[in-house]
């Protein structure tokens, strides 16, 4: 079904402060899994890991988020420069956004009012006014510009530079870069601290997390990944989420399909995971007693109970899955 595009102020005002009514789910346990080559959303159940519904989206999703209320799903579709509302509740896509050319990653603001999205091909940063559905301003950062992060407090907006090698450290006050730190190859997406004191950055081709001082920006650290049986060039990291007490890191390491449990103090690895082919994004649930997997070359998802760092379950979905997020 052709999707009708949002196009007027009110409409998009409407689409996110509808008031909540018996109609509308939240905490569904649903897991929904992006599938890059299907142009969909798969919808699993979070107990049997059935299929509820496949949702039709625009061309490559890829990158997905919550809303603040909980009650929409934000999902890239890259090809066709937007990103599309999945009313939970309904299970459909109910509105969609313009975010200029090629996006692939994206993060709300503190307020939740704006998004920012990585556009690669023209190495910018759009920021989209959700209610007003339009660009208000466009950031120019390194090339190919991937990952997507606002700090916990909303002051530092930071992303990746895949080519350049270089995390943007952006003030979205003002949208202008204060700060540009080289890190490893290839720097894909961020996970941080709960207090915003370290950031932590996946290098693809450098094997390794870079860790950022959130104050003064400078590197902290690094951690190395090196699981047996596997050169060095397949160990690519790229999906990294953290506890919210930040006390573990999980690191999808890509080829080497593993992901990797670190203890965040010490920087040490705990344990390597082995899961499907191209072990691509994690996603925890809300209380941390699974994490999940998006394995893109095997087109499922492992499910993994972090209690024992144990893969109880994998589930067949789309193909080119992408990102997972958990309706918990």
Not at 104 to 112: C, Q
Request: proline share 4%; no cysteine.
């Amino acid at each position: 079904m052709q999707l009708k595009k949002m196009t007027t102020a009110l409409a998009a005002s409407l689409l996110l402060t509808l008031p909540m009514s018996a109609a509308q789910a939240k905490d569904t346990g649903y897991i929904f899994v992006s599938s890059e080559n299907d142009n969909a959303v798969t919808v699993l159940d979070g107990k049997t890991y059935t299929v509820v519904k496949t949702i039709p989206t625009g061309e490559r999703p890829r990158d997905m988020k919550l809303s603040s209320d909980r009650e929409k799903i934000f999902v890239i579709a890259s090809n066709s420069e937007r990103i599309d509302i999945i009313d939970i509740a309904k299970l459909e896509v109910v509105g969609s956004i313009e975010v200029g050319e090629d996006p692939e990653m994206f993060d709300f603001s503190k307020d939740g009012s704006k998004v920012y999205v990585s556009n690669e091909d023209d190495g910018e940063v759009s920021v989209v006014d959700i209610a007003k559905n339009e660009i208000v301003a466009k950031i120019e950062v390194g090339e190919e510009p991937e990952g997507v992060m606002m700090s916990p407090d909303g002051t530092h907006l930071y992303v990746t530079s895949e080519v350049a090698n270089m995390v943007h450290v952006i003030d979205p006050a003002t949208n202008e870069i204060f700060a540009n730190v080289v890190v490893g190859n290839r720097p894909r997406r961020f996970a941080s601290t709960p207090d915003g004191s370290e950031i932590w950055v996946t290098n693809e081709l450098g094997g390794a997390v870079t860790i950022l001082d959130g104050k003064t920006n400078e590197i902290k650290g690094t951690v190395a990944f090196a699981p047996k049986g596997f050169r060095a060039e397949d160990v690519t990291p790229v999906g990294i989420t953290m506890t919210g007490d930040g006390k573990t890191a999980y690191v999808t390491l890509g080829r080497a399909n593993h992901f990797a449990v670190v203890d965040v103090a010490s920087r040490e690895v705990k344990d390597y995971v082995l899961v499907g082919q191209r072990a691509w994004g994690a996603t925890l649930s809300r209380d941390e007693s699974r994490l999940v997997i998006v394995n893109g070359l095997s087109d499922d998802i492992s499910i993994v109970d972090t209690a024992s760092n144990k893969v109880t379950r994998s589930v067949p979905v789309g193909r080119v899955p992408h990102t997972a997020v958990i309706d918990d």
